[in-house]
């Protein structure tokens, strides 16, 4: 079965740095996608960025990127120039493709990571 | 366009007692997944419907059930609520419920079970 461990339940950042999110999956599928999604106090889960599996190059959204090694199933958040409304709970998630059916719809969360940013 | 809408926002039952939840998918979105979220358990996937279908199930007792109309929204079922059921129930839609899709979350339910 395929899981995703975000190793970090808090961090914390000072206005305008950066800091890095920490999230490993393990599957044994080779055609997946990976997200991170942000849930503000208001509980709205956000999409801030997703990675095609195939796709070497990392993606960036803007303030966002992401560091996806496919070797080591590691996929990092970097959240540049941190602002106070950056702070949130951050989660990774995977979907896969995956034959009969059973992922439709399904996305594997992390546990998640509380995200304290400091003015 | 609008986004994922669930109603109520907020609900509070006791014991015994069975709930229904309504999510309304983003406008021409077929395919509605359900999750419940608690500290404990974190995100959990409940079920998905695409076609008033249900294609896939999580591992949640029959207590928990749903349905999809024919304009996509969809409803969820809590019969004979536990105290565990608290949580905050959360829908997202995508165009099919491919997993290339990125699913759109509404803002969620919370349920209090007394």
């Known amino acids: 079965a395929q899981t995703v461990t975000q190793s970090q339940p808090e961090m914390s950042v000072q206005e305008a740095e950066t800091v890095t999110l920490s999230c490993t999956y393990d599957t044994s599928e080779s055609d997946y996608y990976l997200f991170w999604y942000k849930q503000p106090p208001s509980r709205q889960m956000i999409l801030v960025i997703r990675?095609?599996?195939?796709?070497?190059q990392n993606a960036t959204e803007n303030r966002f990127s992401v560091n996806f090694q496919k070797a080591a199933k590691s996929f990092s958040l970097k959240i540049s120039d941190s602002q106070l409304g950056d702070a949130a709970m951050y989660f990774c998630?995977?979907?896969?493709?995956?034959?009969?059916?059973?992922?439709?719809?399904?996305?594997?969360f992390g546990q998640g990571t509380i995200l304290t940013v400091h003015p | 366009k609008a986004g994922v809408t669930q109603t109520p926002r907020y609900l509070i039952k006791t014991r015994g007692q069975q709930v229904t939840l309504s999510c309304s998918p983003i406008?021409?979105?077929?395919?509605v997944s359900w999750y419940q979220q608690t500290p404990g358990q974190g995100l959990q996937f409940l079920f998905e419907?695409?076609?008033?279908?249900?294609?896939n199930k999580g591992n949640f007792p029959g207590r928990f059930s749903g349905r999809q109309f024919s304009n996509s929204r969809s409803e969820m079922n809590v019969s004979t609520l536990e105290l565990g059921d608290s949580a905050l129930y959360l829908c997202a839609s995508s165009l099919t419920g491919a997993y290339r899709e990125t699913q759109y979350f509404g803002p969620g339910t919370r349920l209090l079970v007394l």
């Open positions: 419907y695409f076609s008033e279908t249900q294609r």
């Open positions: 406008s021409g979105h077929r395919s």
């Open positions: 998630a995977y979907r896969s493709l995956n034959a009969g059916g059973t992922s439709y719809g399904k996305l594997t």
């Open positions: 990675q095609e599996a195939y796709k070497q």
